[in-house]
C-alpha cells in the first residue's frame, strides 16, 4: 500500500463532497491536522478509523486503500503490513514513555533520599521522615514498572 496514494484518494474524495479537513476529522472525532496527515501521505489513517473513513467518503475500505484490484491474498497482506506498522508505532510509543517514566522515578528517589538527609540534618524527625520515608515505596512501584515494561517491550 501506498500512503501517497491512499492520502490522494482521501483527499479527492473529500473534494468531491465539498468538505474541509475540519469537517471531515469531526465526523471521524480525530484532529484535522490528522486528516492532512492522511492526505499528504505522511501516514495511514489507524486501523479502527478506515471502516468509518470509508463509509463517511462513500467509498468501501478497499477502494480507499487501493485494494480494489488486488486479489485477497494481496489485501490480507497490505492490511497486515499496516497492522505491522501501527504495532511497532505502539511498541515506540510504549517505549518512549516507559524510559521518562524509569528517569522521572530515579530523579524523584534521589529527591527524597536528599529530603530526607536534609530533615536529619536539622533534627526534623517524625512526620517529614515518615511522609518521606513512605513515598519511596510509590517511587519503587514507578521504578519497577518502567523497567518490567521496557524489558516486556523488547521481547515483542
Known amino acids: 500500500m501506498d500512503a501517497a496514494a491512499t492520502g490522494k484518494r482521501i483527499a479527492a474524495l473529500r473534494q468531491q463532497k465539498g468538505w474541509t479537513q475540519k469537517q471531515l476529522a469531526e465526523q471521524l472525532h480525530v484532529t484535522d491536522k490528522a486528516v492532512s496527515k492522511w492526505e499528504r501521505g505522511l501516514n495511514f489513517p489507524d486501523l479502527m478509523l478506515i471502516e468509518p473513513l470509508a463509509a463517511a467518503l462513500g467509498t468501501t475500505a478497499s477502494a480507499l486503500l487501493g485494494l480494489e484490484q488486488d486479489t485477497p491474498d494481496r489485501a490480507v497482506a497490505a492490511v497486515s503490513e499496516l497492522a505491522a506498522r501501527e504495532k511497532e508505532q505502539a511498541k515506540q510509543q510504549i517505549r518512549l514513555r516507559a524510559w521518562l517514566t524509569l528517569c522521572i522515578g530515579v530523579l524523584l528517589f534521589a529527591a527524597q533520599l536528599a529530603a530526607s538527609k536534609l530533615f536529619a540534618d536539622h533534627g ?3 512526620p517529614p521522615q515518615v511522609l518521606t520515608a513512605g513515598m519511596l515505596g510509590f517511587t519503587g512501584v514507578l521504578i519497577g514498572g518502567a523497567a518490567c515494561t521496557i ?6
Open 124 to 126: 526534623l524527625y517524625g
Open 151 to 156: 524489558r516486556k517491550i523488547r521481547r515483542l
